[in-house]
């Protein structure tokens, strides 16, 4: 079962805009993970934010979760030609889960420079 | 240099001829996952471990084994592949923190064919 979606899909921008990706998920959450994925390659880890915290950052990136309303958004500010990848939310469920992780579909993100 | 490996990278096969795809990594880390991607679907977990013979099912399993004999390697075995595995798969690896959290560090991945 898939348990992230993210939104949009897919979104283009500008170099020098920001760029903002939602993700929601549907069972408790011990932790929301996000990471990066060029092209076909392997997944990077950007940010991790614990269901007791609501907003962390790291460098440009600027990571939010809302618990009541199973929502988590990844602001990218002053966005690079680089930054052009696949973003993709992950969650777990701790111990009570078991230890599973489930990704979203991911957001394809295209900067023009 | 820290790192998670799969081998091989590539592989195309024919159906029912078993395989394994080896995964190992070098950071002593106690968690690893397979997991396989497919467009518009995301990343799909397959099995995960949490240590050395402690392994358990993700979303995915049918079709797949795996094992967990030493810390640093967590192979994919395909009895009988068919062509609905036609995928991308990837193996991962953490440490486990002391509030269960953990940060995966992802191989570069094996793209199976099954023809």
């Known amino acids: 079962s898939q348990q992230g979606e993210e939104d949009p899909q897919a979104l283009s921008i500008q170099e020098g805009e920001n760029a903002t990706m939602n993700c929601s998920y549907k069972t408790s959450i011990n932790n929301l993970q996000w990471y990066r994925q060029n092209s076909g390659r392997g997944l990077v880890h950007l940010i991790l934010i614990r269901s007791n915290e609501r907003e962390k950052h790291s460098g440009r990136l600027r990571v939010t979760l809302d618990t009541s309303k199973k929502s988590s958004s990844l602001l990218i500010t002053a966005s690079r030609a680089a930054d052009t990848a696949s973003y993709f939310c992950?969650?777990?469920?701790?111990?009570?889960?078991?230890?599973?992780?489930?990704f979203g579909a991911g957001t394809r993100l295209f900067v023009k420079a | 240099e820290a790192q998670v490996t799969q081998n091989p990278r590539y592989l195309i096969t024919v159906t029912g001829k078993k395989l394994t795809v080896t995964c190992s990594q070098n950071?002593?880390?106690?968690?690893m996952s397979w997991y396989r991607q497919d467009p518009g679907l995301g990343l799909r977990q397959i099995y995960y471990s949490m240590n050395v013979e402690v392994t358990d099912k993700g979303d995915v399993p049918e079709g797949y084994k795996v094992s967990r004999k030493e810390k640093r390697n967590f192979p994919l075995i395909l009895e009988s592949p068919s062509p609905n595995q036609t995928s991308l798969y990837f193996c991962?690896?953490?440490?486990?923190?002391?509030?269960?959290?953990?940060?995966?560090?992802f191989g570069p991945g094996t793209r199976l064919t099954v023809t």
């Open positions: 991962a690896s953490s440490l486990l923190n002391d509030d269960f959290s953990y940060e995966q560090y």
């Open positions: 950071m002593n880390h106690e968690y």
């Open positions: 992950a969650t777990d469920a701790g111990p009570g889960g078991g230890f599973k992780t489930i």
